[in-house]
């Protein structure tokens, strides 16, 4: 090493330098400290972390890239949530979009010292990679699995809460408005969160008398553009009385569509969302919606991937509650007489 020829002094001696000066005489550390700002000399802390077989650094693995997460304010109060108890950690936190649209081809190139998963299920090659890898990991919005550590919300309480207050305003003509599951879903059906709001809705239709096969179903990318124009075809063909967005930014998108079509609502259509993001309230008219915790979530996660990294993992599985919070955006159809 140059700073050691520079300053006489062995190589273990400029480590002390750096991080552990009060092994050496202040003579001795000024001596190397002046070599190595003459030498424009710049210690490599990820190269001793990484040796160390630390990183100091939490990585989130999203399985959207950055420009579609970015869309989505549910993405910023999760993360807030987990940078929260980054920062009391002291930890810098990763964000792992897709490398070339595979989670899987992105895993080994993150240095951090484990994972947050978003929305991945425990079967799925990624999670495989993890366990083979040997990287400390917590799911998120996924499926129970004993060996693996999750956060998960009480979604089926939350779409019935929801689909049951519209039936019970006197809709029946009814829109949702689902999350796109991908192609997956042709084999393997619903799967983690949205098939819990899927039975939650169906439990709450045929509570009164109704099925699945009664309402309309719309799969969209989730954003307020896809909500908009999805609204807008919906509108076009047969219109419901009620749009159920399974997300705040989709209600958003309908809204907006609303709006533009000179609809009122809710006088003409009622709309409700799920998330309760901080712009829900501030619509006009305000939205009704799930209320989940999202930000508790982001803090959840990131305490059991601490655990886990800390090597205390006990594999414990949390479900945060929901709340149905009633605003102006839906109101009582009215029926006119025969």
Not at 11 to 36: C, G, H, M, Q, Y
Request: hydrophobic share 40%; with cysteine; net charge negative.
């Amino acid at each position: 090493m140059d700073v050691a020829k520079a300053a006489g002094v062995s190589r273990s001696a400029v480590s002390f330098a750096f991080n552990s000066p009060e092994k050496l005489s202040a003579a001795t550390r000024d001596r190397i400290l002046a070599a190595a700002q003459e030498l424009s000399y710049v210690p490599n802390t990820l190269a001793r972390m990484l040796k160390a077989g630390q990183t100091q650094s939490l990585g989130v693995l999203l399985p959207q890239n950055l420009a579609r997460v970015m869309e989505n304010p549910y993405y910023a109060r999760f993360l807030t949530g987990v940078g929260q108890v980054c920062d009391e950690q002291g930890y810098t936190m990763l964000l792992t979009p897709p490398l070339r649209d595979s989670m899987l081809k992105a895993i080994p190139y993150a240095a951090v010292d484990g994972f947050i998963v978003c929305g991945l299920e425990h079967d799925r090659g990624e999670v495989a990679e993890l366990k083979r890898r040997g990287i400390p990991f917590v799911l998120v919005d996924s499926s129970p699995s004993e060996d693996v550590s999750s956060v998960d919300v009480d979604d089926e309480a939350g779409a019935f809460e929801v689909m049951r207050h519209v039936l019970d305003l006197g809709h029946r003509r009814i829109a949702v408005l689902s999350l796109d599951p991908g192609p997956e879903v042709a084999e393997r059906g619903y799967r983690g969160p949205l098939a819990r709001r899927m039975t939650g809705m169906a439990n709450a239709l045929d509570a009164a008398g109704l099925r699945m096969e009664d309402i309309s179903l719309i799969e969209v990318a989730v954003t307020r553009m896809d909500g908009f124009r999805a609204t807008k075809r919906i509108m076009a063909q047969d219109p419901p009385t009620a749009i159920v967005a399974m997300s705040d930014i989709l209600a958003f998108g309908a809204l907006d569509a609303l709006h533009y079509l000179e609809l009122s609502v809710p006088g003409d259509v009622s709309v409700t969302g799920y998330d309760d993001l901080p712009e829900s309230s501030w619509m006009r008219p305000r939205l009704t919606t799930v209320r989940q915790a999202i930000t508790t979530k982001g803090r959840t996660a990131a305490d059991l991937l601490f655990s886990a990294i800390r090597d205390e993992d006990q594999h414990p599985h949390q479900l945060l509650g929901t709340h149905l919070i009633v605003r102006d955006s839906t109101a009582r159809i009215e029926i006119p007489p025969h």
